[in-house]
């Protein structure tokens, strides 16, 4: 059995970096609207800065994983090696990129589940895409059991079904 699977566009690309650009941006003006308004209120900052300095070390360890997983975000986001609509398998599960955030990735299983995964896995485990590369048709091996005295015609039409019907969660 093939499903077959089309290749995210261009312009698909070009709105995950348009996103990304959208937050990072968002992230900057909202740092620099808080110094901006604390100078303005005639805080000093640089008592702030060794506050938050201290702060920021015993911070850093408690969100190790959040941390680690925001900046494997902003790696896939940039590298691109996995995107919107790509079909890639984990460990052992295959399913489609719905979207992938800042802290994880959602995947749509073949089982019609939605996995969360955290960033941080894409970059430490094995993943393999089957979108990218020359062949882009995804081919799956199911076992099928049934009787031995049942038309093997209704079978594999049963079958082809079965498989149209995946084939449209994906499509």
Same mark, same amino acid.
């Given at each position: 059995m093939s499903i077959a699977h089309e290749s995210s566009s261009s312009a698909d690309i070009d709105e995950s970096l348009a996103a990304v650009l959208a937050t990072l941006t968002g992230y900057v003006i909202l740092v620099a609207g808080l110094f901006v308004a604390l100078t303005v209120a005639g805080f000093d900052l640089t008592g702030l800065a060794v506050i938050l300095g201290g702060l920021s070390v015993g911070v850093a360890f408690g969100l190790q994983d959040v941390i680690a997983n925001f900046f494997s975000g902003f790696? +896939?986001? $940039?590298?691109? @090696?996995?995107? =919107?609509? &790509?079909?890639?398998?984990? &460990?052992?599960? +295959?399913?489609?990129?719905?979207?992938?955030?800042?802290r994880a990735t959602?995947?749509?299983?073949?089982? &019609?589940?939605? +996995?969360?995964?955290?960033? @941080?896995? $894409?970059?430490?485990?094995?993943?393999?895409?089957?979108?990218?590369?020359?062949?882009?048709?995804?081919?799956?091996?199911?076992?099928? $059991?049934?009787? =031995?005295?049942?038309?093997?015609l209704q079978v594999r039409e049963a079958m082809m079904a079965g498989a149209d019907r995946v084939c449209l969660l994906y499509t």
């Open positions: 790696i +896939l986001l $940039f590298e691109r @090696s996995v995107g =919107h609509g &790509d079909v890639i398998g984990m &460990d052992d599960e +295959l399913g489609v990129v719905q979207d992938v955030g800042i959602v995947l749509r299983t073949i089982k &019609d589940v939605e +996995l969360i995964v955290p960033n @941080s896995q $894409f970059l430490t485990d094995v993943v393999t895409n089957y979108s990218r590369g020359e062949n882009r048709a995804i081919r799956l091996e199911i076992q099928v $059991f049934t009787y =031995h005295n049942r038309d093997p």
